[in-house]
């Protein structure tokens, strides 16, 4: 490494919209040389961001650019944890939550420019069965979703509201057993949420309160949802605001203990991860290093 702070590029050539941006070039053009060296690097299958990150991350890099949607952005931070190197990001997916949460552009120029201003802070993250997430993790009819988009052909808001209106007339509640600040609650679940960030994404905010930095999950249930329940929650996360208590439970706590009988699909950052009976979410505070104001 030279003198100067050195950059990383991780590229997802999987990521974005159809519309290819020639990324190398814009950072060619864009990147402040006189301040920084960078090198680009690219992901050639899943779980390889991690490892390109930790490497960056060994040799002293001062940032990793996460260059891809939520995805890669979870994989590049898991390889960035605990260490002294920030998480940056170009958007490419087509929910950003991180992204959005923490205000960098997102346009590929802007997010490029807006690293010359090398602002830094320390974010919090969370875990799910020992899984690292950085928005929001959750169980139920989220993480359903999140298993069917996956294996759509089709990315983007318009498609993912297509498969909430499509789906959740016919996903049905479980009834669950809640851990949480000294109390349980056998309660019935259709979501449970986990919220480190205050959106899933695409402006749609689950958790309006959140605070990435406050050490605390922000823990929304949804116990049963009708269609008239399935409205206000929709225009409250679009409102950026809390839905009434007849839709939504919220909760702050440092940990959470579910158990239930029957296996429930979960997913980490928008990431389907299977099913599970038990599940264990904490927050780890001041984890992660990222640029932002």
């Known amino acids: ?20 941006v020639d990324v190398a070039a814009r ?14 690097v690219y992901t050639d299958y ?19 650019v ?47 420019r807006f690293l010359n201003q ?21 169980i139920g009819f989220d993480a359903y979703i999140s298993s069917v988009f996956a294996g759509s052909k089709h990315r983007g808001l318009k498609t993912y509201v297509e498969l909430i209106m499509k789906e959740v007339r016919n996903y ?7 851990t949480i600040n000294g109390k349980t609650l056998d309660t019935d679940c259709f979501v449970l949420a986990f919220a480190n960030a205050a959106q899933y994404g695409n402006n749609a905010y689950i958790a309006p309160l959140a605070d990435i930095r406050d050490g605390l999950l ?31 439970e919220y909760f702050k706590a440092m940990a959470v203990e579910v158990t239930t009988d029957h296996s429930i699909m979960y997913h980490a950052d928008g990431d389907f991860l299977g099913k599970a009976s038990a599940f264990s979410v904490s927050m780890v505070p001041q984890s992660l290093y990222v640029v932002a104001p």
């Open 1 to 20: 490494m030279s003198k100067r702070p050195h950059i990383r590029f991780i590229i997802n050539p999987t990521s974005g919209p159809r519309s290819k």
């Open 27 to 40: 950072v060619k053009l864009h990147l402040d040389h006189s301040k920084f060296d960078h090198d680009i």
């Open 46 to 64: 899943a779980g390889h961001a991690p490892e390109l990150a930790k490497q960056a991350a060994e040799k002293g890099c001062a940032v990793v």
């Open 66 to 112: 996460a260059v891809g949607g939520d995805g890669t952005v979870n994989e590049v931070a898991r390889g960035l944890l605990h260490t002294e190197t920030a998480l940056g990001i170009i958007p490419r997916g087509s929910g950003n939550g991180l992204a959005r949460h923490l205000q960098v552009p997102l346009s590929v120029d802007g997010a490029i």
């Open 118 to 138: 090398g602002h830094r802070t320390r974010i919090d993250s969370g875990t799910i069965n020992g899984h690292p997430f950085f928005t929001t993790a959750g």
């Open 172 to 178: 049905r509640h479980l009834p669950v057993k809640v």
């Open 218 to 248: 922000d823990v929304c249930l949804v116990r049963k949802l009708d269609m008239f329940k399935a409205l206000n929650l929709s225009y409250s996360m679009l409102a950026k605001k809390p839905a009434g208590p007849d839709s939504a």
